[in-house]
Nanobody, 122 residues
Framework: QVQLVESGGGLVQAGGSLRLSCAASGRTFSSYTMGWFRQAPGKEREFVAHISWSGGSTYYADSVKGRFTISRDNAKNTVYLQMNSLKPEDTAVYYC???????????????WGQGTQVTVSS
């Protein structure tokens, strides 16, 4: 089992920044591809970004490319999402996920965190 706990959400004005963290416990963190997803009210959960087990490869949704950066620290069992130039349409609950499958596309989540709310005001 892997437990994932997100933190760092909050209320920010448009154009501002937030950094989300996801702390993992349980089985070997470094063996998992880690991802961030989000779900806005009335919408389906959508992919935001993911990072390979080594941190050497990162992938982003077009809507966040150039504004968000995913990173990980395997020594701290933590994955981060730095969000800059935030827009009101970024408002959502952000979820951390872990996958035992690797590749350039997300291949399904084995574990999910509970989510953290990000609200961007205009």
């Amino acid at each position: 089992q892997v437990q994932l706990v997100e933190s760092g959400g909050g209320l920010v004005q448009a154009g501002g920044s937030l950094r989300l963290s996801c702390a993992a416990s349980g089985r070997t963190f470094s063996s998992y591809t880690m991802g961030w997803f989000r779900q806005a009210p009335g919408k389906e959960r959508e992919f935001v970004a993911h990072i390979s087990w080594s941190g050497g490869s990162t992938y982003y949704a077009d809507s966040v490319k150039g504004r968000f950066t995913i990173s990980r620290d395997n020594a701290k069992n933590t994955v981060y999402l730095q969000m800059n130039s935030l827009k009101p349409e970024d408002t959502a609950v952000y979820y951390c996920a872990a996958s035992g499958k690797h590749g350039s596309t997300w291949r399904g989540s084995d574990y999910w965190g509970q989510g953290t709310q990000v609200t961007v005001s205009s």
